[in-house]
């Protein structure tokens, strides 16, 4: 597992809105998406399908993603090189500040060894961060 945390200055309120808001809306969080299509969706769960292009290659991505206050995990069904999940956590810190913590759980699913990548979780947490940061009006 790899995780990354930082401090959000938005209420706990504030930041799940957008992590739910992430769900249907990944371009605006996760480096290098496009094309997203929601899959299927009821109040417990979203399958969609996204586009992910990054220095590697272009890929497509499907996810199972659940959503209980405060955990949203993304399970990734149908990739061809990986298998397992991302979980986003958030906990209140004071009315105005919210920790986030993002764990990726992947494998390799030709090696089945850990996918350890700090810097792309860093990034994502960065990403999301900035995002909830500038819409906190």
Wanted: charge should be negative; aromatic fraction near 10%.
């Amino acid at each position: 597992m790899v995780q990354y945390t930082t401090i959000v200055i938005a209420s706990l309120e504030k930041v799940w809105e957008q992590l739910i808001y992430k769900i249907e809306n990944p371009e605006n969080f996760v480096p290098g998406v496009s094309e997203v299509e929601i899959i299927e969706k009821n109040e417990k769960f979203v399958v969609r399908k996204m586009k992910i292009t990054q220095e590697s290659g272009t890929s497509i991505l499907k996810e199972k993603i659940t959503f209980d206050p405060f955990k949203v995990r993304f399970l990734s069904l149908d990739h061809p090189s990986i298998e397992g999940f991302v979980d986003n956590d958030i906990r209140s810190i004071s009315e105005n500040e919210t920790e986030m913590t993002f764990s990726i759980n992947w494998i390799d699913r030709t090696t089945k060894t850990e996918i350890n990548n700090f810097e792309m979780v860093k990034n994502a947490v960065l990403k999301t961060k900035k995002f909830i940061e500038e819409t906190n009006c």
